[in-house]
């Protein structure tokens, strides 16, 4: 059987770090194989180039740095599906829809923003951890990353809200850890109980 491509989306400092890595440990103690991913890879020459944008030691116009964003994806994405084939469940730390959230917030044309990331692997299931604007102004201990300000970072949650499709879950992301986890897992469950999967699909 192949494995699961689950992704989790959201604002910056929603805690997707931390909720991945309790998802892997979940899906091995159930003796599942389970590897981590994350957009973007910042260690190739491609994420070496959007490491220095996102720290604002490169200036890159709104464009150029989205189609970096996406080939980023494009030049990992065989990898990842190859894995996926032979029955690794990948989970995801951001995916395409970073990139159309993200740069749409900018005020670019959300279909042109989706139009680059056409083909890539559509995901099993997206748990987009929802982070409230009262949370957000909470969690102000942003970095210095040039996305990392509330302003902004409610633009790009108005933006995830006009892409959330059938695969989406929201997950009320205000929770303790422990909660938000749970809730993660009670819908990783319901499909990994599934007897077979629907066949890898390209979005
Ligand atoms: P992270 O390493 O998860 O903190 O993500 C880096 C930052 O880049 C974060 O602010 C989200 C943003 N980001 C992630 N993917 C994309 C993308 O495809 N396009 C744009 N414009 N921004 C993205
Ligand atoms: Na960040
Ligand atoms: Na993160």
Redesign the pocket.
Known sequence: MRGLFIVLEGC?RAGKTTQTQLLQKFLQARDRTCELA???DRTTSLGITINSY?QGSQALSDQA??LL??ANRWELIDSLESKVKNGVNLIV??YAY??AA??SAKGLDIDWCKSCDKGLLKPDLVLFLDTSNKTMSKREDFGA?V??NLEFQSKVREQFHLLKDDSWKIINASGTIEEVQAEIQTHVLTLLNQDSYAPIQRN
């Open positions: 910056d994350k957009f973007p996102l740095i989205h964003f996406s730390d951001r970073s990139g993200f740069t990353e996305y990392e």
